[in-house]
T-cell receptor
Framework: KQEVTQIPAALSVPEGENLVLNCSFT??????LQWFRQDPGKGLTSLLL?????REQTSGRLNASLDKSSGRSTLYIAASQPGDSATYLC???????????FGKGITLSVRP | AAGVIQSPRHLIKEKRETATLKCYPI?????VYWYQQGPGQDPQFLIS???????DKGSIPDRFSAQQFSDYHSELNMSSLELGDSALYFC???????????????FGEGSRLTVL
């Protein structure tokens, strides 16, 4: 059974800092990995999708990497802003049509 | 661009009542997924449909049922509601049956169910 772990559960950083959010998964046989952002009580916004054959994806200040063999992914946020404060969830998919298995998320707080 | 539409956005029910949530996937998406997210929890997979057939089943209580209709919209029916059913219910859609499929899931804003 796939298990996705995100540590730490919460993180507080000052504005402007570059930061890395970690995600690990137990079964390296994945189809893809998605990073989501969730604001309190709101929906899930897809940030980046990495296919199993890819090593990284970039979107603006965000960069996600994938090391499938070691079961790890990182989300790099450059020059963090207070507006980046949210919960960031990592999720993996076993096959093209299978469910996403989520980690418990990292709640990020960026202090002005 | 069209997104996943869920209705209602908020729903308040009494214990033992019945609730129905609706999901309209992104046009031409052939797969729908339902997730339940309790307070402070990660989303838990309930059930999925591909081309109107159930494709996978997760931790969905027997009191819940779901289906996907001919127009690809899906409904989640919840009966004999319990306090513990209070949660945010997400629907997601994906396009699976294409060679160019990226496998990305797109989520709706969710339906918040409160059971009193």
């Amino acid at each position: 059974k796939q298990e996705v772990t995100q540590i730490p559960a919460a993180l507080s950083v000052p504005e402007g800092e570059n930061l890395v959010l970690n995600c690990s998964f137990t079964d390296s046989a994945i189809y893809n990995l998605q990073w989501f952002r969730q604001d309190p009580g709101k929906g899930l916004t897809s940030l980046l999708l990495i296919q199993s054959s890819q090593r990284e994806q970039t979107s603006g200040r965000l960069n996600a990497s994938l090391d499938k063999s070691s079961g790890r992914s990182t989300l790099y946020i450059a020059a963090s802003q207070p507006g980046d404060s949210a919960t960031y969830l990592c999720a993996v998919r076993r096959w093209a049509n299978s469910k996403l298995t989520f980690g418990k998320g990292i709640t990020l707080s960026v202090r002005p | 661009a069209a997104g996943v539409i869920q209705s209602p956005r908020h729903l308040i029910k009494e214990k033992r009542e019945t609730a129905t949530l609706k999901c309209y996937p992104i046009p031409r998406h052939d797969t729908v997924y339902w997730y339940q997210q309790g307070p402070g929890q990660d989303p838990q997979f309930l059930i999925s449909f591909y081309e109107k057939m159930q494709s996978d089943k997760g931790s969905i209580p027997d009191r819940f049922s779901a289906q996907q209709f001919s127009d690809y919209h899906s409904e989640l029916n919840m009966s004999s509601l319990e306090l513990g059913d209070s949660a945010l219910y997400f629907c997601a859609s994906s396009l699976v049956g294409r060679l160019t499929n990226t496998g990305e899931l797109f989520f709706g804003e969710g339906s918040r169910l409160t059971v009193l």
